[in-house]
């Protein structure tokens, strides 16, 4: 029994080593840097966020009322609820590695501050890319376009596969909460790294 | 292990969880077959909410793990645990029975968590998040189950290597779920939480599905080719192999992330190192079989397990390659992976499980195998099906790898993908067919077997050996 003991001990120590190094040690070097409230995203609004109650003035007026932090910081989180619970995040990823010219087709090398955040919580890196990366979608495509593209993608990118999102829209074929908070979430991916429009233009 | 063990076997359990493994096992794979469809654009529920792609994607990998491993491996420890030990397990009436329906409860609310919108943004933990303290407690109660008879017999006799296994999944699993389904959620933020998550997913395969799945290999090959394990060192060499260095990787889903690069040289290097842990068991597995090969031809759960052994070697061969931090430049976020997780989770643990199903099956009904031929085509239909899957995903995975580095406009990998998407289909067609016509095959087994009441009843109620 005493080597048993011993044995359930080491186990359960090679299982603490390895999640120290894995998971522990990043932690630790990492939770220095500050961690960002909702509030503080919320201090910088991306310009699309207003463009959006130009755009759809009424369903915003009903879903959200009047373009500001609280209504900002809403829409925020549905639509990083929206994007968790339809799975986006298992065809999208969210972080633009320093390797194979990402940094040429998406933009700025991901790190790690722009992850410490209260949006962050869980993280959407993400594993698998069938369509591609979202971290610096911030301001690549308008409003209306995500408005058609979420509507029927293969209408807007034609060979796309990615899934029609017809209850983002109400009967009338305007966005509702769903769609609005949806394309406030993909106009805020990264918007705190825009570049200038000269590198845009190349992807 | 002869006959005479066989009355201290719950079968009533273990029917109960086969039933319902295979049950998942069908709709798993039908989901993963109408997921399948998206790609090439015939998906019959477009506009759906409740039947989205996504939605079905998070059915399919979820359900594989939660309802088919999980039913799969507790029927196999069911039958395993007891005839290893010579002790029944803790308790069968109310914990058996309670565990049993807890399990099929918490898969049914997860899959309509799934399908209704209340997914975690966890991979393979997609469970919601109301549902995670249930299977928490589920995995603290499933322990005692099955540690209870291993530790009488721990007091008597050295513990055969299965023992280990078995033991130290169902100790791992616990604290790596709590790990993984509650740190990132509520406390470490993004990339430290991404180190987690990776820790999470890889853990979830490595200490828990990996130990359960090598512990029961080690009970069922000897048994089956009547004859010991070829290597008991190398059974042990295996164990503490894994031990070391499965925890050490998790952060390998993850690589060219912004995680620090420590992490990620440690998850490369022992990544590689831990092929020699998974080498030894192959061997072993292997050297087993030799002397007896004409039990591939003659024996379908052995030829189930030992095909499942020869893709494990291919895969985790593939592994060691693709975890390069050069490798990883091309095919990482490619479908190159996605065939890969389809050739260790089905592959591999879905072999072997089938295996131990058409071994346990015939045994727990009491009755012959309803038709051979039926086998052999589900065998070889789900064997060329997988094959041909991984074959054509990682194909595609390297056209959309180099199309992304090339800078082509993002669209033509798509485009170029489709039609290793439309072949994926195909050979999903086949394993999905091959599967019904194996689950066609058992419920005509279980047909035949004599008055399946009586015989259920006269094993809860009789125990004595």
Redesign the interface.
């Known amino acids: 029994?005493k080597f048993?003991t011993i044995?359930?001990f080491?186990?359960?120590g090679?299982?603490a080593?390895?999640?120290f190094?894995?998971?522990v040690?990043?932690?630790l070097?990492?939770?220095n840097i500050p961690?960002e409230s909702m509030e503080k995203i919320a201090e910088k609004i991306p310009p699309e966020f207003y463009m959006l109650a130009g755009d759809y003035p009424d369903e915003f007026k009903k879903y959200f009322g009047k373009p500001d932090k609280t209504s900002f910081i809403e829409a925020l989180k549905t639509g990083k609820e929206v994007y968790?619970?339809?799975?986006?995040?298992?065809?999208h990823?969210q972080?633009v590695?320093?390797?194979?010219?990402?940094e040429?087709?998406y933009g700025k090398v991901?790190?790690?501050s722009e992850?410490?955040?209260?949006m962050?919580?869980?993280?959407?890196?993400g594993?698998?890319?069938?369509?591609?990366d979202l971290i610096r979608e911030s301001g690549v495509h308008s409003n209306d376009w995500h408005m058609a593209h979420f509507k029927n993608p293969?209408e807007v990118?034609?060979?796309?596969?990615m899934?029609?999102?017809?209850?983002f829209y109400d009967k009338n074929g305007r966005p509702n909460k769903k769609g609005l908070s949806v394309v406030t979430y993909m106009q805020w991916l990264g918007s705190w790294a825009k570049e200038p429009m000269y590198k845009l233009s190349m992807k | 292990m002869t006959e005479g063990k066989s009355s201290i076997v719950n079968y009533s359990l273990v029917k109960f969880h086969i039933g319902f493994s295979m049950l998942y096992l069908l709709i798993v794979m039908l989901g993963g077959l109408l997921y399948s469809l998206q790609f090439i654009g015939l998906y019959p529920f477009a506009g759906i909410e409740f039947l989205s792609p996504g939605r079905i994607r998070m059915l399919h990998t979820n359900g594989a793990v939660y309802g088919f491993i999980i039913n799969g491996f507790m029927a196999g420890l069911y039958w395993a645990v007891p005839r290893l030990t010579g002790y029944r397990v803790w308790n069968e009436k109310y914990i058996g029975w309670f565990l049993a329906i807890a399990l099929q409860s918490a898969v049914l609310a997860t899959a309509g968590g799934l399908l209704l919108g209340f997914a975690q943004a966890i991979e393979w933990g997609e469970t919601p998040i109301f549902i995670d303290p249930a299977i928490v407690a589920w995995l603290i109660v499933t322990l005692p189950q099955f540690t209870v008879p291993i530790y009488k017999y721990a007091k008597e006799k050295p513990l055969y290597a299965a023992n280990w296994y078995i033991t130290a999944g169902l100790i791992w699993v616990i604290m790596v779920y709590i790990m993984g389904n509650y740190i990132p959620q509520f406390f470490v933020p993004g990339v430290a939480g991404a180190a987690i998550t990776g820790t999470w997913i890889h853990d979830a395969v490595g200490l828990y599905v990996t130990p359960i799945g090598w512990g029961l290999m080690y009970y069922f090959v000897p048994v089956l080719l009547k004859k010991p394990i070829w290597s008991h060192s190398l059974s042990l060499l295996g164990f503490w192999g894994l031990a070391f260095f499965y925890p050490l990787q998790g952060v390998h889903h993850y690589l060219w992330s912004p995680i620090p690069m420590y992490a990620q040289y440690a998850a490369v290097l022992s990544t590689v190192v831990l092929e020699l842990a998974v080498v030894t068991v192959i061997v072993n597995f292997l050297m087993t079989l030799r002397g007896n090969s004409e039990a591939m031809r003659t024996n379908i759960p052995i030829r189930w397990m030992f095909v499942g052994t020869i893709n494990y070697a291919i895969t985790c061969l593939q592994c060691a390659f693709h975890v390069l931090l050069t490798t990883q430049k091309v095919i990482h976020f490619t479908d190159w992976v996605v065939g890969h997780a389809h050739l260790i989770m089905y592959g591999t643990f879905g072999f072997w499980i089938m295996g131990f199903f058409a071994y346990l099956w015939p045994k727990v009904r009491k009755a012959d195998v309803y038709s051979r031929a039926l086998d052999e085509w589900a065998f070889w239909l789900v064997t060329i099906g997988t094959a041909t899957m991984w074959v054509d995903l990682i194909s595609a995975g390297l056209v959309q790898g180099f199309n992304w580095w090339g800078l082509s406009p993002f669209i033509d990998s798509v485009n170029f993908s489709v039609p290793f998407w439309a072949a994926r289909t195909i050979t999903g067609v086949m394993i999905t067919v091959g599967v019904i016509l194996y689950a066609y095959n058992m419920y005509m087994t279980g047909r035949k077997a004599p008055m399946p009441v009586l015989e259920a009843k006269a094993q809860t109620s009789g125990g004595a050996a």
């Open positions: 029994m048993a044995a359930l080491v186990g359960i090679l299982f080593f390895g999640t190094w894995q998971a040690a990043p932690w070097s990492l939770k961690m968790i619970a339809e799975a986006c995040w298992h065809c990823s972080f590695r320093p390797v194979a010219n990402e040429m087709r991901s790190y790690p992850y410490q955040n209260a962050q919580l869980p993280q959407l890196l594993t698998r890319r069938v369509g591609p293969p990118t034609p060979g796309s596969v899934p029609k999102y017809t209850w």
